[in-house]
């Protein structure tokens, strides 16, 4: 069973049956322990989850065991996680870009104490969710493009149908950090929550050069595209106070120009907008 696992490599795609034949482990839940082969499976689900699993640069936080109430660090799987640098249980990492299909990441460990936050439960209550930094121990996350692609076409329909309040919770939940992974260049995973508040507080106006978007998108909605104003490539944050919606020809000029009074103006005009959303 051992060598099952010590044959599996970074991005091998696997179903539940396969995987649970690997590890010997339940066919379900986000957290499975396996006796037979002393392994915890974490699988962080970007398709069907209510947890807020992220990546901030190369530690995935994840969010612990318990889909209603408070979490506790004492539960099930939890106790697991929480003490894998002592108790000799391996942790490998899924991740789910398409629904039933499992890619594996890596044995990954715990890169700091695990953390408390307030999450929404799958009732949609405020509760305290455990979260638990956790880092590869060898390599670095690979993410197909198109699996990257699926997982940002689901969020962008979800994005849609939030609130101006979610949007900016979510925004604020993501931290400041564009997660990098490795195609064949690198490139950033940037938050939907943070690009489509940027563009539901523009109202279909261009952030600099203030006119209307210049056309609609095929569902009749005004087309205009997300820009950090300090570039993620230089540092910036992928937050909303570094996010506005710009028409594509004002996008372009930011990208080859990048003029410091534009900047400024951006700032301003950002800054100008969240206030206004927190009056």
Same mark, same amino acid.
């Given at each position: 069973m051992m060598s099952k696992i010590s044959l599996l490599t970074s991005g091998a795609k696997l179903n539940n049956t396969e =995987?649970? #034949?690997v590890f010997g482990c339940s066919p379900q839940g986000g957290m499975r322990r396996s006796h037979k082969t002393n392994t915890l499976i974490i699988v962080s689900n970007h398709i069907k989850s209510i947890y807020d699993d992220r990546w901030v640069d190369d530690v995935l936080h994840y969010t612990g065991m318990g889909s209603k109430g408070d979490q506790s =660090?004492?539960?099930? $799987?939890?106790k697991t996680l929480a003490e894998s640098r002592t108790n000799g249980v391996a942790v490998h990492l899924f991740e789910v870009f398409t629904d039933q299909e499992y890619t594996y990441i890596g044995e990954v460990a715990l890169d700091g104490e695990p @953390?408390? #936050?307030? $999450?929404?439960d799958e009732q949609g209550n405020p509760r305290k969710a455990y979260i638990f930094p956790l880092k590869l121990v060898t390599g670095e996350r690979q993410v197909r493009k198109e699996d990257r692609e699926n997982v940002e076409s689901v969020r962008v329909r979800k994005a849609k149908k939030l609130t101006l309040e979610e949007l900016q919770s979510l925004a604020a939940k993501g931290g400041k950090t564009a997660?990098? @992974?490795? $195609?064949q260049s690198t490139s950033y995973e940037r938050n939907i929550w943070v690009a489509e508040l940027a563009k539901r507080l523009a109202k279909g106006q261009c952030q600099l050069c203030l006119q209307p978007a210049p056309f609609k998108n095929a569902k009749g909605e005004p087309y205009l595209e997300t820009h950090h104003i300090v570039w993620l490539a230089k540092g910036g944050d992928d937050t909303a106070e570094n996010t506005v919606a710009l028409c594509p020809n004002c996008h372009k000029k930011m990208h080859i120009v990048d003029d410091a009074k534009d900047v400024e103006v951006l700032k301003s005009r950002s800054n100008k907008l969240l206030e206004e959303l927190n009056q």
């Amino acid at each position: 069973m051992m060598s099952k696992i010590s044959l599996l490599t970074s991005g091998a795609k696997l179903n539940n049956t396969e =995987l649970c #034949e690997v590890f010997g482990c339940s066919p379900q839940g986000g957290m499975r322990r396996s006796h037979k082969t002393n392994t915890l499976i974490i699988v962080s689900n970007h398709i069907k989850s209510i947890y807020d699993d992220r990546w901030v640069d190369d530690v995935l936080h994840y969010t612990g065991m318990g889909s209603k109430g408070d979490q506790s =660090l004492t539960f099930q $799987q939890n106790k697991t996680l929480a003490e894998s640098r002592t108790n000799g249980v391996a942790v490998h990492l899924f991740e789910v870009f398409t629904d039933q299909e499992y890619t594996y990441i890596g044995e990954v460990a715990l890169d700091g104490e695990p @953390y408390s #936050e307030t $999450q929404d439960d799958e009732q949609g209550n405020p509760r305290k969710a455990y979260i638990f930094p956790l880092k590869l121990v060898t390599g670095e996350r690979q993410v197909r493009k198109e699996d990257r692609e699926n997982v940002e076409s689901v969020r962008v329909r979800k994005a849609k149908k939030l609130t101006l309040e979610e949007l900016q919770s979510l925004a604020a939940k993501g931290g400041k950090t564009a997660t990098r @992974y490795q $195609q064949q260049s690198t490139s950033y995973e940037r938050n939907i929550w943070v690009a489509e508040l940027a563009k539901r507080l523009a109202k279909g106006q261009c952030q600099l050069c203030l006119q209307p978007a210049p056309f609609k998108n095929a569902k009749g909605e005004p087309y205009l595209e997300t820009h950090h104003i300090v570039w993620l490539a230089k540092g910036g944050d992928d937050t909303a106070e570094n996010t506005v919606a710009l028409c594509p020809n004002c996008h372009k000029k930011m990208h080859i120009v990048d003029d410091a009074k534009d900047v400024e103006v951006l700032k301003s005009r950002s800054n100008k907008l969240l206030e206004e959303l927190n009056q």
